[in-house]
């Protein structure tokens, strides 16, 4: 079955993190393969109730873009290297393509031959080297079996094109000679006593028996085709190994886990058309080619905590999203595809998660009401959030009982836990949640930290000035905000970067500094998003 990666936003926060374990569970039951991802490290409070009640944190995923494996290419497509030169022009031209990847006799990949490289064969009149197995010569020579001393005949090739006394007075054969010759008997005794290493007799031509000891006692391989001289004379280099043909240097390959939009643009540049697809160890898995429709075969995602492309995983445009779940404002994530789409006014994702779990008459293990009502806390700051609803607190009561946990304590050690700042640099610190938006042409950050002893890092302010300026210049955008919650005093302590000032004025008046405390602000949803995106374009 198909999975479903279901994820919240970057910077995953507890109510993202749990919300996702809590739908992934709850679709599982419902019989879908869903499986709970995170688009980063979770923060210490998100440990501590993954932790709690036994839950392993979700996987990280790096992105959801098309890979080479989610594009239907030509799989198991490859020869052998001891395959025949006129199989391989047979089977390249049956599934009309113009190359097929060569591979040991593990799967290893050795090289790409296209139709053009056996052209070029074909019209190479001065090699006359035969180099095959004993099959294949066989069969490209619809010939019989007489005897046969090796499975690998390497050899220099002449005919016998002028009379025997010319032939015998003129041509010193040795055990380096593929020699075809017709029913020429003294011929064909002086090649079995030179130890030629393949004696082809064409036109069904009769061979002695006397001269058939002889080949044995000296492991002459002789095989007897239907075809006339000039027939066999003009098929013999396809009856070659493919391998011989291989070119000098090694193919482009592109591996399974490579981005399909990086190999169209690199496939472009190098004006090829068959590219060998492998796996980390060189073992071929196909090819794909740039003409070829490529069928492609997206992610499937399911969103929760967030609708905003630049807070989703990377390259979200390319997947196909199955569902959003969400308490935010609407974002900016569009669709081609109809979608699932569940959104309240509530202060936490798994309060709606609650309501899914209801209306399916799915029961919610123990541990995963636990993981939930862990989720409703953090959001709510302990239901004492402004965003928090009269519906927030009827779910919180209900998990609580379910779970079997006090939400109360419960949520004073969950924030003790997420205030150890200790170990952690300013940055780390900042980018725990920080979220990006767009407002008046302007691309900015707004980033806030939970905390139950806000000193710790207030003691820290030049570095968190330092801190956010670096920052902004780096990610290239035209502000960031850091708000340090205190979640007992019930505020927040404001550090912003250059380029903020007038935006800061907006929303709090002239008198503004760094680090100033700003009570009762506690929510970056209802009381910092909606203030920047009030105010109006200078």
């Not at 008046?509 to 998003?529: A, D, L």
Request: proline fraction near 2%; charged fraction near 25%.
């Amino acid at each position: 079955m198909e999975k479903v990666y279901v994820f919240g936003h970057k910077n995953p926060d507890t109510d993202s993190v749990t919300s996702a374990i809590a739908l992934s569970y709850l679709k599982k039951v419902q019989g879908l393969n869903a499986e709970p991802r995170v688009l980063g490290e979770i923060t210490d409070e998100t440990k501590f109730v993954l932790d709690y009640f036994g839950i392993k944190t979700p996987k990280y995923l790096n992105d959801v873009k098309l890979q080479i494996k989610d594009v239907e290419y030509y799989k198991d497509f490859y020869l052998n290297k001891n395959c025949s030169i006129e199989d391989t022009y047979k089977f390249i031209s049956e599934n009309g393509v113009t190359g097929v990847p060569i591979v040991d006799d593990d799967k290893k990949f050795l090289g790409l031959v296209t139709a053009k490289t056996m052209l070029k064969n074909v019209f190479n009149i001065n090699d006359n080297t035969l180099f095959a197995t004993y099959k294949n010569i066989i069969k490209t020579l619809s010939a019989e079996e007489i005897l046969c001393f090796d499975d690998e005949i390497k050899g220099k090739v002449s005919a016998v094109s002028y009379k025997s006394t010319t032939f015998l007075e003129t041509v010193k054969l040795s055990s380096d000679d593929v020699l075809i010759v017709g029913d020429r008997h003294s011929i064909i005794e002086s090649a079995v006593k030179n130890k030629v290493k393949l004696l082809i007799i064409s036109g069904n031509g009769k061979i002695k028996e006397e001269h058939i000891e002889i080949a044995k006692e000296n492991k002459v391989n002789i095989i007897r085709s239907p075809y006339d001289t000039f027939k066999i004379v003009k098929k013999i280099s396809l009856c070659n190994s493919i391998f011989t043909l291989l070119p000098n240097g090694n193919a482009y390959t592109v591996l399974e886990s490579d981005y399909y939009d990086e190999f169209l643009e690199i496939a472009k540049k190098l004006g090829y058309n068959n590219f060998p697809v492998v796996n980390k160890n060189k073992i071929c898995k196909g090819l794909i080619r740039l003409t070829s429709s490529n069928k492609k075969k997206l992610k499937k995602v399911i969103l929760v905590d967030h609708s905003e492309k630049g807070q989703s995983a990377d390259g979200i445009e390319e997947a196909e999203i199955k569902e959003i779940i969400d308490h935010h404002n609407l974002g900016n994530i569009t669709t081609s595809t109809p979608l699932n789409f569940r959104a309240m006014a509530v202060g936490s994702t798994n309060t709606i998660i609650y309501f899914i779990f209801n209306e399916n008459g799915i029961l919610i293990p123990k541990s995963i009401a636990g993981l939930m009502l862990g989720g409703i806390m953090s959001d709510t700051l302990c239901l004492t959030s402004p965003t928090t609803t009269q519906i927030d607190k009827e779910v919180a009561l209900r998990l609580s009982d379910i779970s079997g946990v006090n939400y109360e304590e419960f949520s004073k050690k969950m924030f003790e836990k997420g205030s150890n700042f200790s170990k952690k640099t300013i940055e780390e610190i900042i980018n725990v949640d920080i979220k990006s938006y767009e407002w008046l042409n302007k691309t900015f950050k707004v980033s806030q930290i939970i905390t139950a002893s806000a000193d710790e890092l207030l003691n820290r302010k030049d570095k968190i000035l330092e801190t956010l300026n670096n920052m902004k210049e780096t990610q290239n955008v035209d502000f960031i905000l850091f708000y340090v919650t205190d979640v007992l005093k019930h505020g927040s302590y404001l550090f912003y970067s250059l380029g903020a000032n007038n935006v800061i004025e907006g929303m709090y008046g002239n008198n503004i500094n760094q680090g100033m405390y700003i009570n009762g602000c506690v929510s970056r949803k209802k009381q910092i998003i909606p203030l920047i995106m009030e105010q109006e374009e200078e």
